[in-house]
Each structure stands twice: as structure tokens, then as C-alpha cells.
């Protein structure tokens, strides 16, 4: 089998891998010689290729880290020394080469394993993973605690897919060198991030540098010139400015770092001895690897964005390596706001998109091609997404930030004193609100109306549907001081979006049906579910769309007719929709039964969207279910 095969389609069989399918454990692969290691990472790739394909899910970076995360696993003693994946997406081939190659077929299935390295599932998955650029903080305090305990292990974060674009990787960098700590920075470059050259002079160069007779030379020389402070500033700034010609050395070597590269990813060789030459160094090291996103599958490497991840492969089909196509009710939320930016931009040259590395998870991409200069991706940093928008709503523009909900949680604290408490114009699209499916718990959208309900003068809006989407993008548009509209992931149910734009009644409900006994109050998603056991049982149903503020008249009236109040929310039932209605109940001395039905005080794990509701109680049959039980209670 030849180290250079070029995928061109993914197998739809499971693919012949006899030196793979030796390898229980990287103990396992140890034992090989290094010169088999070629055909094992060839034979990695075939079999990552074929069990994505099963399943669907990311696989474009995974099949760029193939001879890494061979390299790492045959060079450090895991699960004793660790490795600390960044930007889970990456560890599909060490999930595979560390006891879970046959479960791979499960990955993001309901009851599989999880999509994200998660310390419940394997020893070897020393970190949960599931947002960027945490590898470094996590790897850093596992360095200090084995320092603490004077345990000899060697600690290495892996970080990748544009995960350095995030200030807390920054943060980490600048305090690993603070306290000298003895850890390994490996830094997977692959075109997604940063992107340099990489030739036979850069990687010989590696070589040099992360040898120990370069470092003996070079700890020895400190000691000897270090007694000459002129001779000694003057050799070093010699050293970092010939590794400055040929490698981006100087922004790491001033944090503290002991850079080392770039050297070519895919070269196993060449990733075996560097990573043996550095492993038993003192301090922080920090390793530039180059990589190829999707590396040795044709399409992937043409289009590495397109191709992040897959949808499973449709069993009949005739081309295997064609994705699932879902069959869709209507149009996809994230591109009724993608619609509706373009068309708001038109009538109104003071908008701006803001959107932190999602321009096509969040459908922006319309709207940059359109309005280049005003569309601003600041890569993985929500943090500055935020306060970003509010320096451009202090002078005058009106900034929308698309974002998904699981990822605001990161610009929290920017909402609330950089936004809220000055009152400021800003827009926030809140896309993947609810559960989002095969992620799991790591990119369910469950927390934020209970985390921006709290927020004073904060308008939060929740569409049942894909025109109240476009309506209420406007409204919050409109609105003086900061708004959120949060909607799910996927399609809606089809209803017919009107061209024309119209500001909601700020607080105002919408009651769909009247009925007798039961009034169910439904936010957002939950409006079409709440409306089948409605209509099936006579039951009164209001599509509340206002969770700040509460149609308090609504509620009121509904409390005075109607003997059980029911909310319906895709969100944690504590501090959720449903909670600022019971407070508003109490406040008014208004002693009405009410069951709140939302998200459990629990995480809960991967699976498609309508398992998970189930498992949660609320599809149809679990909220009429829920509802019976409680009025058995009442009797």
C-alpha cells in the first residue's frame, strides 16, 4: 500500500487494514518498526474515510493529523503522558487508534460515543473538547499538577483549525512562559490558520534546533556568555534573527517559547525524530507542524471548508462519495437570516455582520460577497466579536453579530458590560439555539434565554416559524439597546415568508387556539409541537414569541380562564421561558397551577434531533404525556 494514495471517493465497505487492525492500543503500535508507520497512517486514513462515510461527521481535519497523531502516540507513553486535543474535530484518528476503531461506526449516534475527546468515554482522552483553544490552559495545568507531584510525564496540547486565532490561547502562551513550565505546544497548521512555506531548508533547520547537541550548545553558551552581557545579548539576537528569516519564530520565542519549525506534517519520519528530539526538553517548546486539511482525499483537498464534515452516505447511491442529501420542510433559519441580512444592508448602509469564523454555518456568505466591506469575520474570538460590535454601535453603525448560542456563553461577560449596561444598538443572531443533534452536549444551544433572560432591558424574541424569523430579525433591528433573536438549527416548517418587513408588537403573544382546561404556552421551536396536542386534546395554545418581555396581559387572562398553565421551551426549564413566568405569576398573587416542560437539569448527550427530543419529553407524545400526569396530580 503506498504511502502517497489519493482518495478519490470514500468506501462504502469496510476497507482491507491488516497492520490497523493489530493495533488495539498505541502500546500496540509501539512495538512496530518505524518504517511500518507509513502504511499504518495510509491504512488510518482509508479506514477514518470509511467510517465517516457510515455515520457523517468532521473528517476534513482529522485526515490532515493522520501522521501526527501516529507520531504522537508511537513517541509519548500514553495514556501516562498526555496529549490534550484542541478543536475536537481533530481526534477521529486517535479516538481510532485508542481502543475505539469499531465503535467508530457509532460516532454521534444516539448511545455511541461522542463526536469530541470526553474523559467519561477513554483514559486517553485526558480533555473534553468541544470549543476551541482551550488546549493550552488544559495542557498547562495538567504540566503544573504533574510538577506539583513530582510525577515524570511528558504534557502535549495539540492545536489546530484556526484555533490560534483565539485570545485564550494567547493568554495560556504568555503564562506557560511565566511559570517555565515543562509542556509541549504542537501547533497544526493546516491553511486554516496560519500558513507558511515550508522546504527542505525549514525542516533540516527543525532538525538542528530541537537536537539535543543544538540544545547543549545552546544552554552552554548561555552559561559562558551570560557572564558577558554585551556578548550574550548580541548572540541572542543573532540566534532570533536567523530562525526569524526562515521560520515565524519571533512572535513564540518572545512569549518565552523554544520554537521549533515549520516542519511537513505529513512526513512521519521526520515528525518521529523531532518529536523524540524534543519530548525530554526543559521549559515550553513550542512545535509548528504544517498539515493539509482533508490530505490525500481529492475533494477534501480542493475544497477543505466544503468538506469540513459530512453527512452519512446515502446507501443507494450511485457516486459514494456524495453526502446524504436531508429532506427538507422549508428553509434552513440560518438562511432566512442570511436572506434577510442582505436585503436589511440594502435599505440600510449603517448595518455591519460581525460573525466569529461561522460565515457558513451562520449563511453569511451572501452578505460578504455582497457588502465585503462590511462584513467582518474575526475568527474564533467571541470575546472581541461582541465588544466589537459595541465600539461600532457607540459611533453610529448598527452591528448585527451572528452567532451561535453555545458559542455566545464565550462573550457573555462582553454582553453584558460592553453591550447591555450601555444600552447599545446591537443585534444578535442567535443561530443552533436548542439541541443541535449528533455534537452533543459540548454545541446544544440549552442555556442561553436563561443567561440573557436575566440581562436588564434586554429584548429577546423566539420565531415558531421561518416568517416570524425574518419579522423579528427586524424588530430587533429596530429596537433601541441590545435584542436577540435565538433560533434553531435546521429547516422550519415551511411556512411562507413574507418579502415585506414588520415590526413585531414588542411583548405581545399570539394565541393560535382556544380551548378548555389546559393553556399551553409555547416558545419558539416548540410552537408547532405544542400545537398538535393542542388540537388533539382542545387544549388553548399561545405562541408566546416574547421571552423579555412576557405578554403579561396574555398571561393574565390565560391564568383567569384556563385551570393548568403549560410552558413549552427548547431551553433549561431553571431560569428558562417558562421561569419568568411563574415569577410574574407569584408577583401578582396569582396561585395557578403550572408545568413547566424544557430541557432537564441535566447534559444531555448526542443523537438526532428527534431522538433527543423524545429522550427529553418533548415531542408530541412526551408533552401530552407530562401534561396527563400532572392533571392526575390536580385531582
Excluded at 450511485?318 to 429532506?327: I, R
Aim: glycine share 8%.
Amino acid at each position: 500500500m503506498s504511502e502517497y494514495t489519493l482518495y478519490q471517493e470514500i468506501p462504502v465497505t469496510r476497507p482491507d487494514t491488516p497492520l490497523l487492525d493489530q493495533i488495539h492500543l498505541p502500546e500496540d503500535m509501539r512495538g512496530l518498526d518505524e518504517k511500518q508507520l507509513p502504511q499504518l497512517a495510509n491504512e488510518l486514513r482509508e479506514y477514518l474515510l470509511y467510517s465517516v462515510g457510515q455515520t457523517g461527521g468532521h473528517f476534513g481535519a482529522g485526515l490532515g493529523v493522520v501522521e501526527l497523531t501516529v507520531a504522537l502516540h508511537y513517541v509519548f507513553n500514553t495514556p501516562d503522558d498526555r496529549l490534550v486535543w484542541d478543536v475536537g474535530h481533530q481526534a477521529y484518528p486517535h479516538k481510532i487508534l485508542t481502543g475505539r476503531k469499531e465503535a467508530m461506526t457509532t460516532i454521534r449516534q444516539y448511545d455511541g460515543i461522542a463526536a469530541f475527546p470526553k474523559r467519561s468515554e477513554s483514559e486517553f482522552d485526558t480533555f473534553g473538547v468541544g470549543h476551541s483553544s482551550t488546549s493550552i490552559s488544559a495542557a498547562l495545568g495538567m504540566a503544573i499538577a504533574a510538577r506539583e507531584q513530582n510525577k515524570q510525564r511528558h504534557v502535549a496540547a495539540i492545536i489546530g483549525d484556526g484555533a490560534m486565532t483565539a485570545g485564550m490561547a494567547f493568554e495560556a502562551l504568555s503564562h506557560a512562559a511565566h511559570v517555565d513550565a515543562n509542556m509541549l505546544v504542537i501547533l497544526n497548521d493546516n491553511e486554516m490558520s496560519i500558513s507558511e512555506n515550508v522546504g527542505g531548508f525549514a525542516t533540516y533547520l527543525a532538525k538542528i534546533l530541537s537536537s539535543q547537541a543544538y540544545t547543549r550548545m545552546r544552554e552552554g553558551s548561555k552559561k559562558v556568555l551570560s557572564k558577558l552581557p554585551k556578548a550574550w545579548e548580541l548572540a541572542r539576537k543573532t540566534e532570533e534573527h536567523f530562525k526569524g528569516m526562515v521560520s515565524p519564530s519571533t512572535l513564540f520565542e518572545e512569549m518565552g517559547f523554544h520554537y521549533i519549525g515549520p516542519i511537513d506534517g505529513h512526513d512521519i519520519h521526520s515528525l518521529v525524530t523531532t518529536l523524540n528530539n524534543i519530548k525530554d526538553l526543559s521549559g515550553p517548546q513550542f512545535l509548528h507542524v504544517i498539515t493539509k486539511k482533508g490530505k490525500r482525499f481529492a475533494p477534501a483537498e480542493a475544497d477543505p471548508i466544503g468538506y469540513h464534515a459530512i453527512t452519512k452516505l446515502e446507501k443507494d447511491s450511485d457516486k459514494a462519495d456524495k453526502p446524504a442529501v436531508e429532506k427538507k420542510s422549508g428553509p434552513k433559519y440560518s438562511s432566512v437570516f442570511g436572506q434577510w441580512l442582505c436585503d436589511m444592508a440594502a435599505r440600510d448602509e449603517r448595518l455591519v455582520g460581525i460573525t466569529p469564523a461561522m460565515r457558513e454555518g451562520s449563511d453569511l456568505i451572501q452578505f460578504s460577497k455582497d457588502y465585503p466591506e462590511r462584513y467582518f469575520d474575526v475568527a474564533i474570538a467571541e470575546q472581541h466579536a461582541v465588544t466589537l460590535a459595541a465600539g461600532m454601535a457607540c459611533d453610529g453603525l448598527k452591528p448585527v453579530v451572528a452567532i451561535y448560542s453555545t458559542f455566545l456563553q464565550r462573550g457573555y461577560d462582553q454582553l453584558v458590560h460592553d453591550v447591555a449596561v450601555q444600552k447599545l444598538d446591537v443585534l444578535f443572531a442567535i443561530d443552533r439555539a436548542g439541541l443541535v443533534g449528533e455534537d452533543g452536549p459540548t454545541h446544544h444551544g440549552t442555556l442561553d434565554l436563561s443567561y440573557l433572560r436575566c440581562v436588564p432591558e434586554m429584548l429577546i424574541m423566539a420565531p415558531a416559524d421561518e416568517n416570524e424569523c425574518r419579522q423579528m430579525l427586524y424588530t430587533g433591528y429596530q429596537y433601541e439597546g441590545p435584542a436577540a433573536v435565538r433560533y434553531p438549527r435546521g429547516t422550519g416548517p415551511g411556512v411562507e415568508i413574507e418579502p415585506e418587513m414588520t415590526a413585531l408588537p414588542v411583548g405581545q403573544a399570539q394565541q393560535r387556539l382556544s380551548g378548555q382546561s389546559v393553556m399551553l404556552m409555547a416558545f419558539g421551536s416548540m410552537v408547532p409541537v405544542a400545537q398538535q396536542v393542542a388540537e388533539k386534546h382542545g387544549y388553548g395554545l399561545l405562541n408566546m414569541r416574547f421571552v423579555k418581555p412576557l405578554d403579561e396581559k396574555a398571561i393574565l387572562s390565560a391564568a383567569q380562564q384556563y385551570d393548568l398553565i403549560v410552558t413549552v421551551e427548547e431551553n433549561a426549564i431553571a431560569g428558562g421561558a417558562g421561569s419568568g413566568i411563574n415569577e410574574f405569576l407569584m408577583q401578582n398573587a396569582i396561585m395557578r397551577p403550572v408545568l413547566n416542560l424544557g430541557l432537564p437539569d441535566r447534559w444531555v448527550d448526542q443523537g438526532n434531533h428527534k431522538q433527543l427530543l423524545a429522550e427529553c419529553g418533548l415531542d408530541a407524545d412526551g408533552i401530552e404525556h407530562s401534561i396527563q400526569k400532572y392533571l392526575q396530580k390536580l385531582k
